[in-house]
C-alpha cells in the first residue's frame, strides 16, 4: 500500500514500488477512463461500470486503491487527494493552444542519411531522414491527418502507423520508418507526408478530430511474439490479445516484447494499443 506521505497530496509517490505501482494502475486505458470520470466527482461503482464498462470492475478499481489513485468507502468511490493532485499534471492544455499552426513553415525532406537492414526482416529497411525546418510542437495538433497516427509527448515524436511500416516524425525535424521496401519506396512515402503536411500548414488551422480507428483482437495478435510462452498468465497470446482488447491486461505483461528482435512488434503495438 502506498504511503501516506504522498496519499496527502504530495505530487509524486518517492519510493520505486510506490512509483511503480502508480505506473501500472494508469497503464490500462479503462483505469485511465475510470479517473477521468472520477475527476467529475465521487461516483458509486454502478455509475462508472455504467460509463466505463463493468469487465473485472472490481479488479481496476482494487488496483487503484492500492496505488493510492481513489478511495473506496460508503458504497462510494472518490479520487483521493493524490488522484486529484495526479488528475490535475495530466490536464492537457487549452484546445487553441495546440492548434494554431499560422506560425508553422512549409517543409521539405532536406536528405536521407542512412539504409539500414530491419532487424525484423532482413529484406526491409529502416530508413532515417531529415525534415526542415523541424516542427516541433506543431507535430501534435497534426496528429489527425493521419487514420493512426499519435502524438507522444512523452518523445516529442508524431507516430503514424501504415500497414507494416511504422513512421516517427521527431520535432526536431528527424524522421525514421520501419519495413520499407528500399529507397524509392521511402522517398515516395516522404513526399506523400511532405504534401499532406504542407497542405494543412498552408490552411493555417488544425485537421478536424478524426474517427475512432476499429482495432481487431488478430491484428493484436498479428504483432505479438506468437511464442504462446505463458509468462502473461494467459495460455496462448491470441488469449492475451483479447483480454488486452477488453482492457483486461496490460502491454508490458508480454516480457518478449522487450527482446531487441521484437522491438518494431512492441512499436506498433504501442500504437495499436492507443485505440483500443
Known sequence: MPSAKYMAGVDM????????????????VPRRKMMAFLAGGER????????????????????????????????KVRLSEFGKNFMETKVEKPKDAVT??????????????QLLPCIADSTKFRIIAQMAP???????????????GRYSERIGALIIQRGDVLI????????????????????????????????????????APREKVRVEPMEIYRYLPQTD???????????????????????????????PEYRQNREHLLVLVEYI
Request: proline letters at 6%; one cysteine or more; aromatic letters at 4%.
Open 44 to 75: 458509486t461503482s454502478e455509475e462508472i461500470g455504467e460509463a466505463v464498462g463493468k469487465s473485472m470492475l472490481d479488479y481496476h478499481l482494487k488496483i487503484l486503491e492500492q496505488a493510492g489513485l481513489i478511495e473506496i468507502g460508503a458504497g
Open 100 to 113: 494554431d499552426l499560422s506560425g508553422a513553415k512549409p517543409v521539405e525532406i532536406t536528405e536521407v542519411r
Open 168 to 207: 516517427t516524425i521527431y520535432g526536431t525535424g528527424s524522421v525514421t520508418m520501419t519495413m520499407i521496401k528500399g529507397e524509392a519506396e521511402a522517398r515516395g512515402v516522404l513526399a506523400e507526408l511532405r504534401e499532406k503536411i504542407n497542405e494543412a500548414i498552408a490552411k493555417g488551422v488544425a485537421p
Open 134 to 148: 523541424p516542427l516541433g510542437g506543431a507535430l501534435k495538433p497534426l496528429e489527425p491527418l493521419f487514420p493512426r
Open 13 to 28: 509517490p518517492g519510493k520505486p514500488e510506490e512509483i511503480k505501482m502508480v505506473s501500472n494502475a494508469m497503464a490500462n
Open 229 to 259: 510462452c505463458g509468462e502473461c498468465g494467459e495460455q496462448s497470446c491470441y488469449s492475451f490479445s483479447i483480454r488486452l482488447m477488453a482492457g483486461e491486461v496490460s502491454l508490458d505483461l508480454c516480457k518478449p516484447l522487450e527482446d
